[in-house]
């Protein structure tokens, strides 16, 4: 039986790692007024050799083996401070659908897409997919279509570049080549629905740490920033408009934690998982536009200079908050799950996810 006490202080000793490697790293480029942050070569090396690349893949894989509980933790830390690296699209996604096709994991940065829209198979690849993650530092790219996955080198693909409100690369890929049968397998059961909630849970664990940097960002600011001879922190309407912040970045991070928590013990597939996942990415969704005006409104103008460090945050919580669906997505994937139970099984449900 795990000791709780040993595995709480494993997890703070995870924390503490991911926080040096983002911060020595991520943090020096958060003062530069450029708008894009690129990926950084160094840091995912770093990552690559500490094990946090490939945590919940297993070891037979090359992976560490470890839990989305650990995941979560590093996810967190990424966010915290806007790290260029596709951590989560490397593992929860690329990974997880490379495993379930039996395809070997390649080293090195991926990102993934499911599109039905996508033809593979016959030993060809075709198609087009828009607003791809990461495409242009990917060492390779995993697609699935309904049927099978193909892991494909990012040479062989056209990419075009784009990106978010964040300014983080969201790419344009086209492809049309043969391919080894070897790099084709068949794709998981239900794999638009798990690609869907992985990446749901990821963007939600991003988005509650962002705002969280955000609202310490503003916290800090209205103690200090001073008009009429005290600190604006001390006006009452500041301090509701800091409250109110505080509020969603509370309810979004307590969401996303239970996600963890109960997807960790059930699996992506477990109904509870889905239930408590559509919550978290629901919650965090909303709480973004709350927390992006109070601290902004809290900065005032210096808020929006390319100077400072909250756009990284706000933008980055904005952009993710309609990715693997938004709000009013999972709002309704919710209410359906509702209407679509009676009030007696509803509560026992509702009641017994844990």
């Known amino acids: 039986m795990t000791n709780p006490t040993s595995h709480f202080d494993e997890l703070a000793e995870l924390r503490r790692l991911a926080d040096d490697i983002f911060g020595a ?21 770093t990552l690559a050799e500490s094990g946090l690349t490939l945590l919940t893949t297993p070891d ?83 697609l699935a279509d309904e049927r099978s996955v193909a892991v494909v080198p990012a040479a062989a693909l056209r990419i075009e570049h784009g990106g978010n409100v964040a300014a983080e690369p969201r790419d344009r ?3 049309d080549t043969e391919i080894d049968s070897a790099a084709i397998g068949p794709a998981p059961s239900r794999v638009a629905e798990g690609f869907l909630l992985r990446g749901a849970l990821a963007r939600a664990i991003q988005i509650s740490s962002a705002l969280e940097r955000a609202l310490v960002l503003t916290v800090g600011h209205v103690g200090t920033r001073e008009q009429f ?17 505080a509020e969603a970045v509370a309810a979004a991070r307590t969401a996303s934690e239970f996600a963890v928590r109960v997807t960790t013990e059930h699996g992506f597939d477990d109904e509870r998982a889905a239930f408590t996942i559509a919550v978290a990415k629901a919650q965090a969704s909303s709480a973004a536009p709350v927390v992006a005006r109070a601290a902004h409104q809290a900065h005032g103008a210096i808020g929006f200079t390319l100077d400072h460090r909250l756009r990284h945050f706000t933008l980055r919580a904005l952009a993710w908050r309609s990715e693997f669906g938004g709000a009013e997505f999972w709002e309704r994937e919710l209410g359906q799950t509702m209407l679509g139970s009676t009030r007696s099984q509803l509560w026992e449900f509702v009641t017994n996810i844990s």
């Open 229 to 245: 001879g005290r600190p604006i922190g001390k006006f009452q309407a500041v301090q509701a408009m800091v409250a109110e912040a």
């Open 25 to 45: 790293s991520a943090e020096t480029v958060l003062d530069v007024p450029n708008t894009t942050i690129d990926f950084d070569p160094a840091l995912w090396k």
């Open 60 to 142: 037979a894989a090359g992976g560490s083996g470890a839990t989305l509980t650990e995941s979560a933790i590093v996810l967190t830390s990424a966010a915290a401070h806007a790290a260029p690296v596709p951590v989560a699209e490397t593992d929860l996604l690329a990974s997880w659908l490379l495993r379930a096709a039996d395809l070997p994991v390649p080293t090195g940065p991926l990102t993934a897409v499911h599109d039905p829209a996508l033809e593979i198979g016959r030993g060809r690849v075709r198609g087009t997919a828009q607003r791809v993650p990461w495409a242009r530092a990917a060492q390779a790219i995993v």
């Open 173 to 175: 890929i086209e492809i």
